[in-house]
């Protein structure tokens, strides 16, 4: 069955960086797009960047442009989000996602807390 789980978050200081990453199984990862999603407490989930199945087209959130890169490696079935100059704003619990078939696939979420 397909199964996301995520890995990396934390606690970090503003203009800091972290790399999540999202161990994809159970489906033919290279031929999906995958997301990253956020969910900070009190707010919708949210989407926050894209990545298409080559992994050469890519789309963020306003609120993320130019700070964080999403990449992913289909020889090894793997998702990253590189956060760069994080902000306060940033923190929430960060979700790998998958759409296909018409269904909808979660990851368990990492937590990524931004403070000083």
């Known amino acids: 069955q397909v199964r996301l789980v995520e890995s990396g978050g934390g606690l970090v200081q503003p203009g800091g960086s972290l790399r999540l990453s999202c161990a994809a199984s159970g489906f033919d990862f290279g031929a999906n797009a995958m997301n990253w999603y956020r969910e900070a407490p009190g707010k919708e989930r949210e989407l926050v960047a894209s990545?298409?199945?080559?992994?050469?087209?890519?789309k963020y959130a306003d609120a993320v442009q130019g700070r964080f890169t999403i990449s992913r490696d289909n020889g090894q079935n793997m998702l990253y989000l590189q956060m760069n100059s994080l902000k306060p704003e940033d923190t929430a619990v960060y979700y790998c996602?998958?759409?296909?078939?018409?269904?909808?696939?979660w990851g368990q979420g990492t937590q990524v807390t931004v403070s000083s």
């Open positions: 990545i298409n199945t080559a992994g050469f087209r890519t």
């Open positions: 996602h998958l759409f296909r078939f018409e269904k909808t696939y």
